[in-house]
């Protein structure tokens, strides 16, 4: 498997991190200008709906139709994970660090575990090499981060403005 990751602390509380996911149909292009598209496909943010969006990484296009096969929320902080089976999975975890929250975003793709020697030191690199021209691991991590960076700011900027937290009851 291959996994990429980044993690940030943000300082603002995880639930109103939460609340902004929970209304990516309006903050998707918002938090990031590679961010094209967004469109919840079946029903809304909720286990088992689909969603749709699109995103430009160096000219290079990437569109996602994933299905919400996580939510997990309680006071230590958050879970949403999404899938497009068999090969990639998205996870977006947020824990709670007192008034603060340490933001991890994790892309893996191939879902490939295995103990057996073979596969972890021949078989997962193969992939990586075969795939990497295709998928752009290094636009992919590059992405990542700067996701990561984008929201911490629109958090911060935001964190004494009512504005997000209005947007999410009025939806």
Known sequence: MIKLEHSITINCP???LFDWFMNLEKNFTKWNTNHK???KVTGGMQ?????YFEQ???GKWFKNKVTISVINKNENGWTIEAVTPPF?????????KENKCLFTHIESFGFLKSKKAFVRKFLIPFLRKL????????LIQKD???DNFKLKEIMEVN?????????????
């Open 14 to 16: 995880p639930e109103r």
């Open 37 to 39: 598209k967004f469109v």
């Open 47 to 51: 286990v088992g709906d689909k969603v």
């Open 56 to 58: 430009c990484i160096n």
């Open 88 to 96: 990639a999975k998205l996870e977006f975890i947020c824990e709670a």
């Open 131 to 138: 795939l990497n021209p295709f998928y752009r691991f290094d």
């Open 144 to 146: 990542i981060k700067e």
């Open 159 to 171: 964190n004494n403005s009512k504005e997000i937290d209005e947007e999410s009851t009025n939806a």
